[in-house]
């Protein structure tokens, strides 16, 4: 029988999944002279965060020791990162 906590936790597990693949796969089809202009970790640097953040996710999940620093680093990645490196390589602009 399936229970409230079970289920919430699954949605949870594959919410975060999801989180850190997409922060993976965007750092990875950003050029790398974006994040070097943006004044932010390099591209190598951010593609190693972030797959080693997939593996912690996969392996331990959101719920471990090392599985909310992995979720921290995916959000960083989507809230400060990418939208800097995002806005240069469209000229600078938000719109």
Do not use: E, H, N, Q
């Not at 989180?19 to 004044?39: E, S």
């Not at 020791?65 to 960083?76: E, K, Q, R, S, T």
């Not at 990418?82 to 240069?88: D, E, I, K, M, Q």
């Amino acid at each position: 029988m399936l229970s409230f906590d079970g289920v919430l936790l699954d949605v949870l597990r594959l919410a975060t999944l999801a989180l850190a693949a997409w922060a993976l796969a965007d750092a990875l089809i950003r050029p790398a002279a974006g994040y070097v202009a943006a004044g932010k970790l390099t591209k190598p640097g951010w593609g190693a965060i972030l797959a080693l953040s997939l593996v912690v996710l996969l392996l331990m999940g959101p719920m471990s020791f090392l599985g909310l620093p992995a979720v921290i680093a995916a959000i960083v990645y989507l809230v400060d990162v990418r939208p800097a490196v995002r806005g240069l390589s469209r000229g600078g602009s938000g719109w």
